[in-house]
């Protein structure tokens, strides 16, 4: 399968800036274990942000998309340098850097699965899946225990 050369992702930004799309190139990626092609992430995390990246992947339902990948490193930098997240930060995940939102189709009927990078739709910034995503993904943390 021909892969895009870039795909347009949800930018959840660390600081103060308001999320948004951006189109991201798609590179090769060496790692095991991980999609190839994929997000390239490195002018936001660096090497080091890269080497400790985690990807969350979740079915959406009643959507044209048929999986969310969130895009985010555990490493928050030389000296603390990685703002934190205030969209992905919550009793249970202190997030720092930029975290990522990317669509993708898969086909899991092959003996390897299949994966195709979707553009986002500018659209989509005006509809209240935006909001359902992001609380999906914080419902990876759970409640909070010591809540009373």
């Not at 934190?84 to 189709?105: A, I, M």
């Not at 935006?130 to 409640?143: D, L, P, Q, R």
Request: glycine share 6%; hydrophobic share 30%.
């Amino acid at each position: 399968m021909a892969h895009p050369k870039s795909v347009r992702v949800l930018r959840l930004p660390a600081g103060d800036e308001q999320l948004h799309l951006i189109k991201l190139e798609l590179m090769q990626n060496t790692t095991p274990g991980w999609d190839n092609p994929a997000p390239n992430l490195l002018v936001f995390w660096g090497q080091e942000g890269w080497a400790q990246r985690e990807a969350l992947t979740f079915p959406v339902k009643n959507h044209q998309y048929s999986v969310w990948t969130v895009y985010q490193t555990t490493w928050r930098g030389k000296r603390q340098q990685l703002p934190l997240n205030q969209y992905c930060s919550y009793p249970k995940n202190t997030q720092y850097g930029d975290v990522f939102l990317v669509s993708v189709r898969t086909d899991w009927s092959e003996e390897e699965y299949t994966l195709e990078y979707v553009d986002i739709p500018r659209s989509f910034m005006e509809s209240t899946f935006v909001k359902e995503s992001i609380e999906h993904y914080k419902s990876f943390g759970g409640e909070d225990d010591d809540a009373g």
